[in-house]
């Protein structure tokens, strides 16, 4: 028997399986087809579909933030890489690894300007850390393992690799073994002793914590220095990956609200930042600052969003002298009863969470009452939407269901981000995984019409027209079945809970359209 | 009374309204919002919200197609733009005007790189003619008349403009006049007398027609001119808008398949370009040429596709002293019964399209002979995915159907790239627009299930997972139904028929799932 030589899709798929990369979530086209056939020819990676490009790349956001390992994303070439970008701009804003691997014309054939042919290199220069297009079917395993380390830095990074079909199909192919990642850099004892002299010595501290400060271990630091000196702690205004519930440190986030931010920041004297960024607003607004801290606070920053946040809180808690506190135990709530509104919300899944779930939380205006109170339920990670690109909750909760092996994923989803990305219920279907969706159906753009109301009015009936998404409602009962996933719709808190109770039971998705 | 002073924003939609510009397709964001205030208090744009970005620069294409003119679009800072890129590209390649608004972060707040920033201009580039970020208020009208002009330029353009916050919201708006848009390109007859000489001198001359060389006048110059020379007529592959049907001249296109189209183009020894190009590969595939037609045949440009398809058409007849010809009276035929095929939907759509009826062709497999046999029909306008981006259907349709003030539109819509913007169907029953949508529903990309093959085996399990849409099949009716749309599922040529029939006799959107 003679052997066939290797071509570069399979050097590639060598490559990344060398890697010990475990899913590729996928919607190839044409100019993807030999890797597709390298991926069918060489076992190791699950292939999961998703029916939209944003679907697969903000399935892959959900995988990383739950497994911290990057999830290789398999997008067509040109328009299909610009369909999943919001999604990677919200990956990479989460701080978490992803592979892109982007289909391309092949390198002779590009120069005629077929129909498909864009600027692919600067469609991923927006939202990469990393890019690079493969030449030769030689390059394509050396670039894979350049690719998968610089998913490896810490924190994590965005890295596209762009694979002309040529590249792909051609003989030649390498296998590239594994390269060392970068090294995280190490804490700075200077910044732990400057923070030390501030909580030691000044009033109106902040500790704000962000990235994996918000991790579990790294909490149970903070919580000791703020026995020990009475420092204010809280969390950015949306993180990626916060474990918090029940025997956590029940942690405030700074309100998104611009003006609710200031007036709670008003007294800060001093900031210090924990993998994270001093508040900053989302947008500007006439009138007000760009920051929403008080103009002469002080920033100190203990360790970046690429230090370890343990290790620095650590040093920190122990140049302070502080010792580590047993968490208050907070009484679980029970059920509430009645119409839901964004505090109900809360109790509702103090009391419903189950032990070690995931919430994917999309509930933009309904979230910030929901958030504080649903501490009290048990432990629990909750991802946010970091890079402000509507259409992360189902995908992201589809990702993390496929990494989590088991755990129920919770997905809190306000009904306009939900219509972004609402393919993705198909692949939870399809790879029957444990996602629980409630659908907060308020029929509009509430935040919108929240944020047009800073410009001084009412909406008129022509930015209704914009803001409204009623007339038709949109019913998520048939669209969820329409797709495959069982639904049910309620309009009290008892019956979401009782909705969400009886989904656990099954290992299948199930949506719930909860009427506001 | 005292008056405030007019602001970027207000400035900007005078100067809009003040060009003749009609429609604005729009999904706003917070960076958008004084934009939203001012499109209240000024009225005279219709302003027509998609669920998606996607859907609405869909939407704005399909408009242009029809009415020649340019709609806005008002999209969301970045990722926002990023979402609506894939239709922007095929809008870019269909050759038609689009003015796109994309909001941004304020001009002082940009350096601080909030969480939505990213790089808009590039993106903004990779599909735009035209691409401008207004610094200040008062330059906003002045830009807008000068991406206007954009727009206009011979046969349409993509321009894109960037507009932060703060010249939004700033007073100190002017309103600015149209400029007058650049004249098209004059045809060269230099061009006219060669294509008169291989005309009359050679053999095996194909003219090649694209562009608006495809719209009913100038197709009645190149019959005249075939039955003249005897020369073969064809039309490009993928088109953006072409008038057939009875009356009209029955035009070929060049196959996609890439061996089909070199076979079929075996014997040409000329090609007369006609707002089009040479056939060219969509893709390249191993051991093919990039180019469709014999490497020894010879092209020569009539016009471009700037210039003015039915003036040198014209002047070709008029050197060849071609006499104009009637068109031959074709028999329409009945309605065919049994399982659909592509051929089949042919003879169907020949016998029910409606008179001055707009087709949206995002059928992709099912489309050649389906293509061929509804010429037929009563004379009707054809669209196509002009870019390769799939996702182009749903909403170019519901755009033609604002364009068209009450004709027919029918989408001819693959079940895989339908999912792509299904958010579409909700604008079509919120604006109650006259849309019949067939989903030819094979739940399968089966055009990648061909591609795979070409690779030279058949797909294996891993493949087909992510070629395969079943499992769970998708219910279209319940999907079409959840978002306000009539829908009802058949599986027989003569139920669809039936079913479209219905469907004209009201003024709503209606979908019908075609088991294939």
Redo the contacts between chains.
Sequence with gaps: MTQRKMNGAESLVHTLIGHGLKVCF??????E??F??A???I?G?R???G??E?VVTGMADGYARVSREPAIT?LHC???L??G??NI??AK?AHVPMLNIVGE??T??AR?D???A??TV??A???SHWVKTVQKSADAGKAAADAIRATRTSPGQIATLILP??AS?NEGGKVAAPLKPKPAPKIDMRNVRKATRILRGKRNVLLLLGGSALMAEPQKHAAAIQAKTGCRLMAES?NSYHQRGQGRLPIERVPYPAQVAIDLLKGVEHIITVCSRAP?????Y?GLP??HYPPKATVTPLCSVEQDAEKALAALADELSAVRIEAQVVQRPSIPKGRPSSAGLGVMLGAVIPESAIIADESITLGAEMYAGSHAAAPHDWMMV????I?YGMPCATGAAVASTGCRVINMQAD?SA??T??AL?TQ??ERLPVTTIILSNRKYQ??IA??G????N?????M???D?G?????????A????VEAAKTSTLEGCAELMLQSYKSPHPFLIELEI
Tied chains: 1, 2.
């Design positions: 996928a919607n190839p086209g044409t100019s087809m030999h597709v056939a991926l069918d020819r076992p990676l292939c999961i579909p029916l939209q944003n398999l040109g328009p299909g610009a369909n970008l919001a701009h919200n804003k014309q092949a002779y054939h005629f077929p129909p498909l864009t600027n600067a469609l220069k927006s939202s079909s040529d199909w949306i900053l607003g989302f947008f500007a006439p760009s920051h970091t890079g402000g690109a259409g306009g219509m972004y609402v393919q198909w279907a399809r935040i919108l944020e047009y800073n410009v001084g009015a909406p008129g009936p022509t930015a027209n914009m803001l998404l007339n038709p409602d949109m019913d998520w009962v048939k669209i079945n329409g797709m495959g």
